[in-house]
């Protein structure tokens, strides 16, 4: 099945609320119509990648709309919203992976300028991390709202540039791996800090260290460098992508490297990572040569 068939337009749910009541009805229904043929479409597509398991293949592809072009982090609600924002704003784009449709947008403050690579849920809490460290709390807002918000500087910026944030609920840690770091940690190792949302000061920092040469595997990669980290909620292990080396890897808690391979698919510049509870990987692509997009595959643990 080739990617171009599978790629669509998004469905701008939002738009369909502006405009005079009966134009707007139109649109709803046309969206709502949209929407059940895409699920169906979804289904049918997962029905066959499920009867020849294997090498994973896309299974949707929806464009993105223009605001997340440069589409940065994605992470996934408990009740399977997808929410995705670009890296130059602080403004959010609430999706239905399954779909492609858009179902609100809202910014943090007043829509803040900044260096945003990733974000994530912690309960009813929602946080934002730049490249520098510093990590943006704050709540879901309803459609065109600015929210509050409070910052955290982790003060790790000196030490390592951060592209991705997941939250390890057993723990209430958020997991942050290193993109790149300086001289103060060693190149050989693949590390991934751990903050505690909650205990004392002392206590509230790990580190994680992995071998690079377990990383790598097999695949020939000078290094890793990841993009991004999400939490497959069936393993509660790591899976982290990397865009320099197109990679896909699975790493434990505990620091063992289960899984280190190139991504399925093709992907320009892989951004953003998330796992839906139904075993479904949703994979982001900045706009390159091609649209901005989400790509899903069936994810098999």
Not at 53 to 72: C, D, F, N, Y
Not at 206 to 224: D, F, H, R
Request: proline share 6%; charged share 25%; hydrophobic share 40%.
């Amino acid at each position: 099945m080739r990617a171009a068939r599978l790629l669509g337009l998004v469905l701008g749910a939002v738009a369909a609320a502006s405009g005079c009541r009966e134009s707007a009805q139109a649109s709803a229904a046309q969206i709502k119509a949209a929407e059940r043929e895409r699920e169906q479409l979804l289904e049918r597509r997962l029905a066959q990648a499920d009867s020849t398991p294997g090498k994973m293949t896309p299974v949707a592809m929806w464009s993105m709309p223009p605001e997340l072009q440069e589409i940065s982090g994605i992470a996934l609600t408990p009740d399977g919203r997808l929410f995705a924002h670009g890296d130059e704003l602080a403004r959010v784009t609430v999706l239905n992976p399954k779909t492609g449709v858009v179902l609100k947008k809202f910014t943090i403050g007043s829509g803040l300028a900044g260096d945003f690579e990733g974000i994530t849920f912690a309960g009813s809490d929602i946080y934002m991390i730049t490249s520098n460290g510093t990590l943006y709390q704050f709540r879901e807002g309803a459609n065109d709202a600015a929210v509050r918000y409070s910052t955290i500087d982790t003060r790790l910026g000196k030490e390592c540039e951060f592209e991705g944030v997941a939250f390890q609920r057993d723990s209430a840690w958020l997991v942050m791996p290193c993109k790149r770091t300086t001289k103060k940690l060693p190149r050989d190792q693949l590390v991934i800090y751990r903050w505690r949302l909650q205990g004392p000061d002392s206590a509230r920092l790990t580190m994680l260290s992995i071998p690079m040469s377990e990383a790598v595997g097999s695949n020939g990669w000078k290094g890793v460098h990841p993009s991004d980290i999400t939490i497959d909620p069936a393993t509660g292990n790591y899976v982290l992508i990397s865009s320099q080396e197109k990679a896909l890897i699975e790493i434990t808690p505990a620091g063992q490297v289960e899984r280190s391979e190139e991504l399925p698919g093709k992907h320009p510049q892989p951004e953003g990572v998330a796992i839906t509870s139904d075993n479904l990987l949703i994979v982001s692509d900045e706009a390159s040569n091609s649209p901005a997009s989400i790509t899903l595959y069936r994810w098999r643990p």
